[in-house]
């Protein structure tokens, strides 16, 4: 099975679906929202030890709502939760939502990282600033969008390394398109011993981050946690956030399983995940577009293609990550070989 990236190389590759990208330079901070077309049908799986989410609890398959309007992403930790309050206040001027009577209700689940302690200021007075760059977020969402230092990635911090934004897509010899959105804050590491070479290098296509491969041999310290953590561990004080989409026809149970798959690409692309300090998160959403209902054997591949799209994901977002002022870490493209 060889697989190939979308014409964007981003999760908008997927029918049905634009992402908006805001964000404040000085308190190192943002928001991204994942926007439905037309409600998708979505589920979640939460593997960190400390997140902090919005609206998780109805993605489960036994409750009753069965598609959502938008996926909100944000920096600001507990406080970034209000981003997900400021898209659902611009989609509700558009009139998009669940209809109750002559209401409309938009559904916008989110989550949130930590990135309070990242060289930004902080000092927003009475109430923080999340509800509007959540507003701000959809008002710009469009199919092409910036990675790296941008959006809910803006502040985002990895093992040694400036963190970020990244996205990738994957185009199935099935007709199926799958792709991924992820704000890369973990605990561990996403390159080894420290160097410059990627966890995540054998799902690279051609060299969409830096076509290095794996060391070889390699180093001795490849996994050495105490190289990792460059920065003193804190629960609640990382986490890696991420979308995982395809315009495939899902239920909603498989969509909760495809989130369980993506999160394998976490553990393909950063070392340790899934610790008691991260709060790591994937939504899932299934936009339908293509019509295809994947038989046994495409199942398989969609969820294999889940895993290796993030692991490709969140190399990108550090690959991609700019340096700015008061930076408390250095950026990938500052490493020496």
């Known amino acids: 099975?060889?697989?190939?990236?979308?014409?964007?190389?981003?999760?908008?590759?997927?029918?049905?679906?634009?992402?908006?990208?805001?964000?404040?330079?000085?308190?190192?901070?943002?928001?991204?929202?994942?926007?439905?077309?037309?409600?998708?049908?979505?589920?979640?799986?939460?593997l960190g030890g400390a997140p902090g989410t919005r609206e998780t609890d109805l993605l489960e398959p036994h409750n009753s709502v069965e598609a959502i309007n938008a996926v909100v992403l944000s920096g600001g930790s507990a406080f970034g939760l209000d981003a997900a309050s400021g898209v659902q206040a611009a989609l509700r001027e558009r009139g998009i939502g669940f209809a109750v009577a002559d209401q409309r209700i938009p559904i916008v689940p989110g989550a949130i990282l930590f990135d309070l302690i990242n060289g930004g200021d902080k000092n927003w007075g009475r109430y923080p600033p999340y509800r509007e760059l959540g507003y701000e977020a959809v008002q710009n969402a469009a199919t092409g969008f910036g990675i790296g230092t941008a959006g809910a990635g803006t502040g985002a911090l990895v093992a040694g390394l400036k963190g970020g934004l990244g996205s990738a897509s994957t185009a199935l010899e099935s007709g199926i398109t799958i792709g991924a959105l992820v704000a890369a804050n973990p605990v561990g590491a996403v390159t080894v011993g420290g160097g410059r070479h990627f966890w995540a290098a054998p799902f690279e296509i051609g060299d969409e981050f830096g076509g290095l491969g794996l060391p070889s041999p390699l180093p001795p310290n490849a996994t050495d946690i105490e190289l990792k953590f460059r920065r003193r561990p804190v629960a609640g004080a990382n986490t890696t956030?991420?979308?995982?989409?395809?315009?495939?026809?899902?239920?909603?149970?498989?969509?909760?399983?495809?989130?369980?798959?993506?999160?394998?690409?976490?553990?393909?692309a950063i070392w340790p995940t899934h610790t008691p300090m991260d709060g790591d998160l994937v939504f899932a959403l299934a936009t339908g577009k293509s019509g295809i209902a994947p038989d046994p054997d495409s199942i398989t591949d969609?969820?294999?293609?889940?895993?290796?799209?993030?692991?490709?994901?969140?190399?990108?977002?550090?690959?991609?990550?700019t340096a700015a002022p008061s930076d408390l870490m250095p950026v990938w493209s500052s490493l020496k070989d």
Request: aromatic share 4%; net charge positive.
């Open 302 to 321: 969609l969820y294999a293609a889940a895993g290796a799209t993030m692991a490709r994901a969140i190399a990108r977002a550090v690959y991609s990550a």
């Open 241 to 268: 956030i991420a979308v995982i989409a395809t315009d495939a026809v899902l239920t909603k149970p498989a969509a909760k399983r495809l989130a369980i798959a993506a999160h394998d690409g976490f553990a393909r």
């Open 1 to 46: 099975m060889s697989f190939k990236a979308g014409p964007r190389n981003l999760i908008t590759d997927v029918a049905g679906l634009r992402v908006g990208n805001s964000a404040d330079a000085k308190l190192k901070s943002g928001v991204s929202v994942v926007l439905c077309d037309e409600p998708a049908v979505a589920g979640v799986q939460v």
